[in-house]
């Protein structure tokens, strides 16, 4: 069965950096498109970035310059590191695995506090 887990969340001060981990299991990690999304408190997903399977990356346009996605298929994980976080970057975050005609797979989210 594929599961997914984030972990690396938590509190941090304006400023900061913080390293998100998102774990694969069960799945062909090498052969999926890995997504990390946020959801900030009464909103909806958003996008953050993605890294296909041979490692190239887009970003949301709000995203570019603070955020760096990047995965290691040896470990089966994706990462998404976080500089220069903004109170405004607070929520929950989430990673997903894609793959087309395999669906997807999300895991349980990780949240993430920046104080002022």
């Known amino acids: 069965q594929a599961q997914l887990v984030e972990s690396g969340g938590g509190l941090v001060r304006a400023g900061g950096t913080l390293r998100l981990s998102c774990e694969a299991s069960?799945?062909?990690?090498?052969?999926?498109?890995m997504g990390w999304y946020r959801q900030a408190p009464g909103e909806q997903r958003e996008l953050i970035a993605k890294?296909?399977?041979?490692?190239?990356?887009n970003y949301a346009d709000s995203m570019k310059g603070r955020f760096t996605v990047s995965r290691d298929n040896t470990k089966n994980t994706a990462y998404l590191q976080m500089n220069n976080l903004k109170p405004e970057d607070t929520g929950v975050y989430y990673c997903?695995?894609?793959?087309?005609?395999?669906?997807?797979?999300w895991g349980q989210g990780t949240q993430v506090t920046v104080s002022s």
């Open positions: 069960g799945m062909l990690f090498s052969m999926y498109t």
């Open positions: 890294i296909t399977s041979g490692g190239s990356t």
């Open positions: 997903a695995a894609e793959r087309p005609l395999r669906g997807s797979y």
